[in-house]
């Protein structure tokens, strides 16, 4: 229950840096399955365009090379 009080009630979001379909978005569904008794909710959300678009949507700071 550590986990869940952590996050507050809030909902664990997973992101799949990838199209939906493909093995990144099996891998977060996968991981979403197996987290679910741990955290509680979760959601996996796709986000189209790679580790760019991941560094866009989760950490700005990575560099651009």
């Known amino acids: 229950d550590a986990a869940k009080d952590t996050l507050g009630g809030k909902q664990l979001k997973i992101m799949a840096p990838a199209d939906p379909g493909g093995g990144w978005d099996s891998t977060a569904r996968a991981m979403q399955a197996a987290l679910e008794d741990i955290v509680g909710r979760s ?4 986000v189209t365009g ?4 991941w560094a866009d949507e989760a950490d700005t700071s ?4």
């Open 50 to 53: 790679g580790i760019a678009a």
């Open 43 to 46: 959601e996996v959300y796709n």
């Open 62 to 65: 990575v560099p651009r090379y």
